[in-house]
């Protein structure tokens, strides 16, 4: 099945790419969830229309991510969690957690640019990644500490 890609898609490629993909991934999760349409004449020429008003506004998009990435980059996250005597956490602090306290610093940014893998679990302090796209990211300190 040829799809044009309207959004990046991780292991796939970027948007504006025509790939071919499997029928069962392009009919279930790209076209379902926006991310790319049908590769047909007609498609492909509306495409090429509008592509210097894409690019401009992902240039736009792009500005924005960098000076987002320059602001919140070396920012310190504290979060107070009951946790048992190994300092084994009885809940978690995840993306979300991540999402809702950098909201309260002043930075409004999408869950899933927050790259953790797992939910922390453990008292300590961790380096969390930010990825806003593919060349711009950035680490934040996340200090998770036992609550009396």
Do not use: H
Request: glycine content about 8%.
């Amino acid at each position: 099945m040829k799809v044009i890609l309207k959004s990046d898609v991780e292991r796939v490629g970027r948007a504006g790419d025509v790939k071919e993909v499997s029928p069962g991934y392009g009919r279930n999760f790209l076209l379902p969830r926006g991310k790319a349409m049908l590769a047909t004449p007609s498609a492909m020429k509306w495409w090429e229309k509008g592509k210097e008003r894409r690019a401009k506004i992902a240039e736009k998009k792009a500005q924005q991510d960098k000076d987002l990435s320059a602001k919140v980059a070396g920012t310190t996250l504290s979060f107070a969690r009951p946790a048992g005597a190994e300092g084994k956490l009885f809940g978690s602090v995840g993306k979300s957690d991540i999402v809702k306290s950098l909201k309260t610093c002043g930075f409004e940014v999408d869950k899933n640019v927050v790259a953790l893998d797992e939910a922390i679990k453990k008292v300590g302090e961790y380096e969390v990644e930010l990825k806003f796209r593919a060349e711009v990211s950035a680490k934040i300190k996340v200090s998770v500490v036992a609550r009396e």
